[in-house]
């Protein structure tokens, strides 16, 4: 019973929302393999001039991607916790490496419905937890439901919407980055320890018509005419979580 906890905690998904008296700590970890796409479009003119200065737009090919995810969650009666650290390595010349860590709140409603909240920060760069791409934060909503027997497996579904702000993108600051993340899992009834999960994510966001002052001078420089910046994943997972 402790193990079906924790991974409901944990996995937010897999299992059904069963009572636990005992603090249950449940870590888990497992390899991710799937693809990611950027798709990315700028446009900066002079500000005095009008004149042209960049205009860019991103190779919006999928592209291979494969990482890591990892954590560990709390549950207690009907409560839990979870803290998740998503290391990701993307073939691409755009983006070479993210890593996300999610902290994340819940509440195990009946046998097979969860609540959730919590705060997700994203930072993608050349190794694990840089941020000289950009990064991104901010936080989601979200409710799941597990535990569905299915013959000899359990399945379940979560659906999260993040409110994220992406920072250092540009010099114009941080710009709204919205999105939502929709994940189906399943695992053997008789061994829940063990977990596939299926992945959809996608965040995007704009900014037009933005005045930025390089030399902070008081002028703007240069405009920002537009901006467009959209992410989305694809991803399976295979998780093992251990309980105590």
Not at 84 to 93: C, G, H, P, R
Not at 197 to 224: C, H, M, W
């Amino acid at each position: 019973m402790k193990l079906a906890v924790a991974a409901a905690a944990g996995l937010l998904c897999v299992s059904g929302a069963a009572q636990a008296q005992d603090v249950v700590f449940s870590p888990r970890i497992g390899p991710t393999l799937g693809m990611y796409q950027i798709d990315s479009t700028l446009t900066i003119s002079d500000a005095a001039s009008g004149e042209v200065l960049v205009s860019a737009r991103s190779d919006d090919s999928w592209e291979l991607s494969y990482g890591l995810q990892t954590g560990f969650s709390l549950a207690y009666w009907d409560f839990f916790g979870d803290v998740a650290i998503e290391y990701l390595k993307v073939e691409s010349d755009a983006v070479d490496q993210r890593t996300d860590v999610l902290l994340t709140l819940g509440y195990l409603i009946g046998r097979h419905w969860s609540a959730f909240a919590g705060y997700r920060r994203g930072m993608q760069g050349d190794s694990a937890f840089n941020d000289d791409n950009f990064s991104e934060a901010g936080g989601f909503l979200g409710a799941g439901v597990g535990g569905l027997e299915a013959g000899p497996l359990l399945l379940g579904a979560s659906f999260a919407y993040n409110l994220s702000e992406v920072d250092d993108f540009l010099p114009q600051g941080k710009f709204d980055y919205d999105g939502f993340s929709l994940k189906f899992s399943m695992s053997p009834a008789s061994m829940p320890q063990h977990s596939l999960q299926l992945r959809y994510q996608r965040f995007t966001g704009d900014e037009s018509n933005k005045p930025v002052d390089l030399d902070g001078d008081g002028t703007a420089d240069v405009v920002i005419d537009n901006v467009e910046l959209t992410e989305s994943y694809v991803q399976a997972t295979y998780s093992y979580a251990f309980a105590f």
